[in-house]
């Protein structure tokens, strides 16, 4: 298996209040990955990052900002959690091959 | 507008019998494909690929064929059992690209015993 982990797994937060999900790897790949889960529309890519400091947006990254200062660890920052946002967060690496692999989640509710 | 579909949000099989779930496509830059399987709870792990260069490819139980005339993929499972019960997603991908692969929504698989 993949050293990807993700944490923490699980968060229950305010409306307005601001979240930090932090991925981990040990793999030493390239290309990291945030996505969320949402029933009937599968994986929808936030933010990705192609090397340390280069990130770019995805389909859904408005109200998302992220990080990654460290090959190892990509961050995902929402600055100020709306409902609309509960949701399941999956981090996914991948080298130069075209598998990703991905963590185990993190579910956030958002009350 | 999806640049893959899964049109079957859910498909129910009876163990033994074979699974087909169909992907489409509409992007004709896509030359790699691949399934992922996910359990509830975990995060989907890679399951069987293949490339625009090839029409089947054959993973024990699990086939994939590509029909690149109609912009259509399947995954033949054969025979089905109840642990493949998932949600499978299937994703597309360019050589030479973003490294940014395109999800269809995925299908629910339920195999029952």
């Known amino acids: 298996d993949a050293g990807i982990t993700q944490s923490p797994r699980h968060k229950v937060t305010e409306t307005g209040t601001p979240v930090t999900l ?8 390239r290309y990291m990955y945030w996505y969320r889960q949402d029933p009937g529309h599968g994986l929808r890519l936030i933010h990705y990052s192609y090397g340390v400091k280069d990130t770019d947006k995805g389909e859904v990254s408005d109200g998302y900002s992220v990080s990654r200062s460290k090959t190892e660890d990509f961050l995902l920052t929402l600055e100020s959690a709306t409902s609309s946002q509960t949701s399941v967060y999956f981090c ?19 009350t | ?6 049109n079957s949000p859910s498909l129910s099989v009876q163990e033994g019998r074979i699974s087909i779930l169909n ?3 509409t992007n004709s830059m896509f030359d790699y494909f691949l399934w992922y399987k996910k359990y509830p709870a975990e995060g989907p792990t890679f399951l069987i690929s293949i490339s625009s260069i090839k029409d089947k490819n054959e993973d024990g139980r699990f086939t994939v064929f590509l029909n690149k005339s109609a912009k259509h ?5 054969v025979p089905s059992q109840p642990g493949d019960s998932a949600v499978y997603f299937c994703a597309a991908d ?13 299908t629910s698989l339920i195999v029952h015993p």
């Open chain 1, 22 to 29: 932090r991925c981990h790897q040990t793999e030493n790949h």
């Open chain 1, 92 to 110: 996914a690496i991948r080298d130069f091959n075209y598998e990703q692999y991905f963590g185990p989640g993190t579910r956030l509710t958002v």
């Open chain 2, 1 to 6: 507008d999806q640049q893959v579909k899964q």
């Open chain 2, 23 to 25: 992907c489409d496509y």
């Open chain 2, 73 to 77: 993929l399947s995954l033949h499972i």
């Open chain 2, 94 to 106: 360019m050589s030479g690209g973003s490294y940014i692969p395109t999800f269809g929504r995925g």
